[in-house]
């Protein structure tokens, strides 16, 4: 059993306008000041590393969909019976 009481995860986004805020009140030149910009940095540097996978979906179905059209046509034509101007069917980008 975990004895640590639960805590509401807090997402990056409110973490980032939480010290936005706190910077307001706070003098530019004491050192707390300075402790938060350094966790603001590392708070956006989480941010975009989130946002930004390798694994884009926004390509990925266009470009899968296009393969399976390509695999349809070759396979239609290795019937044989449509012989050119198959490719033409299959989008391009």
Not at 28 to 47: F, G, H, I, M, Q
Request: hydrophobic share 35%; charged share 25%.
């Amino acid at each position: 059993m975990n004895t640590q009481p639960e805590e509401p995860k807090k997402d990056i986004e409110s973490e980032i306008e939480h010290i936005l805020t706190k910077l307001e009140s706070l003098k530019p030149e004491s050192e707390e000041y300075t402790t938060a910009v350094k966790n603001l940095d590392t708070l956006y540097a989480c941010r975009s590393y989130k946002t930004n996978t390798w694994l884009n979906y926004e390509v990925l179905i266009p470009a899968a969909v296009n393969i399976l059209g390509i695999l349809l046509v070759i396979n239609y034509e290795k019937v044989g019976i449509v012989t050119s101007k198959a490719m033409s069917l299959v989008g391009r980008k």
